[in-house]
């Protein structure tokens, strides 16, 4: 049962567009959501973040938008560079735990 | 900034051996964490340990064991290897969420090939 679903295993954007990386969530227990990024041959970074408290949470180029009555986030990423070119997690854990529960990726490739 | 090291980048080993991966984290985390990454199926948590000593089981323990020590060293075994753990493995660390939530941080990961 995938608690965390990212239903686009790739998606192509054009250098200095936007991109926008989708998740959607089942277990309405999680209050914390992350979004790593990972390039090939190396371990996953941490991005950006929010809680349940807030419905949007921004850091330079990068925003997440929380839509809770929905149970789904979003990442933007504004404008797209192609060093942003790289595999893409939502992760998500609930109040009582501090382990992440990961979707299953999406590719973005930044094309020039 | 954190620091996660995994000890070996790239290993194979034969079905069979007991194997064993390292992780060392610098910054005094309590939490730290074994995935494996598998093409299609994201990031799986294996074991994950909350303090010295102290280990839980996450979602697909099966064929592993872990040994935490001490506080900084987090060590995955796989008792008797077999070809379906051919994969990436992924260590992390993260401080307690006791006031706010913490992040974890990874390691540039072990992949590892049983033949």
């Known amino acids: 049962d995938q608690q965390v679903k990212q239903n686009s295993p790739s998606l192509s954007v054009q250098e200095g567009r936007i991109s926008i990386l989708n998740c959607d969530y089942t277990?309405?227990?999680?209050?914390?959501f992350l979004w790593y990024k990972k390039y090939p041959a190396e371990g996953p970074t941490f991005l950006i973040s929010?809680?349940?408290?807030?419905d949007k949470n921004e850091d330079g180029r990068f925003t997440v938008f929380l839509n809770k009555s929905a149970k789904h986030l979003s990442l933007h990423i504004v404008p797209s560079q192609p060093g942003d070119s790289a595999v893409y997690f939502c992760?998500?854990?609930?109040?009582?735990?501090?382990?992440?529960?990961f979707g299953t990726g999406t590719r973005l490739q930044v094309f020039p | 900034d954190v620091k996660v090291t995994q000890s070996s980048r790239y290993l194979v080993k034969r079905t069979g051996e007991k194997v064993f991966l390292e992780c060392v984290q610098d910054?005094?985390?309590?939490?730290m964490f074994w995935y494996r990454q598998d093409p299609g199926l994201g990031l799986r948590l294996i074991y994950f340990?909350?303090?010295?000593?102290?280990?839980e089981k996450g979602d697909i323990p099966e064929g592993y064991s872990v040994s935490r020590e001490k506080k900084e060293r987090f060590s995955l075994i796989l008792e008797s290897a077999s070809t379906n753990q051919t994969s990436m493995y992924l260590c992390?660390?993260?401080?307690?969420?006791?006031?706010?939530?913490?992040?974890?941080?990874f390691g540039d990961g072990t992949r590892l090939s049983i033949l």
């Open positions: 992390a660390s993260s401080l307690i969420s006791l006031y706010s939530n913490q992040p974890q941080h």
């Open positions: 929010i809680s349940s408290i807030k």
């Open positions: 340990s909350y303090d010295v000593k102290m280990k």
């Open positions: 992760a998500a854990s609930a109040a009582d735990t501090d382990k992440l529960i």
């Open positions: 277990n309405s227990m999680f209050d914390y």
């Open positions: 910054m005094d985390h309590e939490n």
